[in-house]
């Protein structure tokens, strides 16, 4: 099954402070295990939401909202895609990783839905242009 590892935003990387050398190379070393072992698929850190922008819908309409976004811990600092046994795989692998953060800090794991999850949904036709646009994204 595939995860998405989300690391909470904090007030300090909401703020852009740069993690110190030390947390850099643990993270780096964390990342190389993650990837030797088979399981990560990908994953970055992001930038605080000061340079960010948020689409809002309501129905046709759409308007776009200029960063910083004020509630931090609704905010992610950075992910992770995991490709995992199950969801307490993943937990292993969290309660292994660095603290991601100069302060307290929190991880949340989410399964990722697959094509086999919308069974009743998904008419032959939707599951080809689906599998159809997996493919053309090298995830088949």
Wanted: aromatic content about 8%.
């Amino acid at each position: 099954m595939r995860v998405v590892v989300f690391v909470k935003a904090t007030a300090d990387s909401e703020n852009g402070l740069m993690p110190p050398a030390e947390m850099l190379e643990a993270m780096g070393r964390y990342n190389e295990e993650l990837i030797n072992a088979g399981i990560m698929l990908g994953g970055d850190g992001l930038k605080p939401t000061s340079a960010a922008k948020r689409v809002m819908f309501s129905g046709s309409d759409r308007s776009v909202i200029d960063g910083p976004f004020t509630e931090t811990k609704e905010l992610v600092a950075g992910y992770w895609i995991w490709e995992v046994r199950d969801i307490d795989e993943a937990v292993e692998w969290v309660k292994r990783c660095p603290n991601p953060m100069l302060e307290d800090s929190a991880i949340d794991i989410r399964p990722v839905y697959e094509l086999a999850d919308f069974n009743e949904q998904l008419t032959p036709e939707v599951k080809a242009i689906h599998e159809n646009n997996q493919e053309r994204a090298g995830r088949t």
